[in-house]
T-cell receptor, first 112, second 115 residues
């Protein structure tokens, strides 16, 4: 699986949109982009994933560039409970293993 | 639908002992993976099971082992515990074969402390 690069930390004002970038310049055509977040002492929580098209669910939106070399996770109205470490991961679409590489992620702090 | 359940939530053991951790996947999920998380190394893949067969294994010593039962429940065992085995052990399940379009869902882990 391709590796990802994320900024180590970001701040966001409560109520504003949080835009978390991820670079995956070596991504292959059959690799999905996944986002997870982890709040201290809990397991990673699945947020959203996508292949080529932008995706939206009740938690967030995922914007993938046309060349698929980068993506942005958008939390439309950040709350204090969104403070967490956010991980961007790429994962093969074919039958493969679940040995995901999480990296160091982005520590998002939502400020009141 | 209940999430991934891991027991126990906390565990304290002494060096040289062994430990068994349990994981119940989301109902209907057949693939179970295990991860170790430490402050220094982050999340590291241990192994993965599907239909009672180990499909993939991470770079951990043979002291770490696991198994999956016919009901998809899984256990992992660590023998001859070392201080460095202190970590959060996470179990994750997914619906079917490890396909790219099938999200992994994690439990809240077992916090193991070795003294």
């Amino acid at each position: 699986d391709a590796k990802t690069t994320q900024p180590p930390s970001m701040d966001c004002a409560e109520g504003r949109a949080a835009n978390l970038p991820c670079n995956h310049s070596t991504i292959s055509g059959n690799e999905y982009v996944y986002w997870y977040r982890q709040i201290h002492s809990q397991g990673p929580q699945y947020i959203i994933h996508g292949l080529k098209n932008n995706e939206t669910n009740e938690m967030a939106s995922l914007i993938i560039t046309e060349d698929r070399k980068s993506s942005t996770l958008i939390l439309p109205h950040a709350t204090l409970r969104d403070t967490a470490v956010y991980y961007c991961i790429v994962r093969v679409a074919s039958t493969g293993a679940n040995n995901l590489f999480f990296g160091t992620g982005t520590r998002l702090t939502v400020i009141p | 639908k209940a999430g991934v359940t891991q027991t126990p939530r906390y565990l304290i053991k002494t060096r040289g002992q062994q430990v068994t951790l349990s994981c119940s996947p989301i109902s209907g999920h057949r693939s179970v993976s295990w991860y170790q998380q430490t402050p220094g190394q982050g999340l590291q893949f241990l192994f993965e099971y599907f239909s009672e067969t180990q499909r993939n294994k991470g770079n951990f010593p043979g002291r770490f082992s696991g198994r999956q039962f016919s009901n998809s429940r899984s256990e992992m065992n660590v023998s001859t515990l070392e201080l460095g085995d202190s970590a959060l052990y996470l179990c994750a399940s997914s619906l079917d074969l490890p396909m790219g379009n099938s999200p992994l869902h994690f439990g809240n882990g077992t916090r193991l402390t070795v003294t």
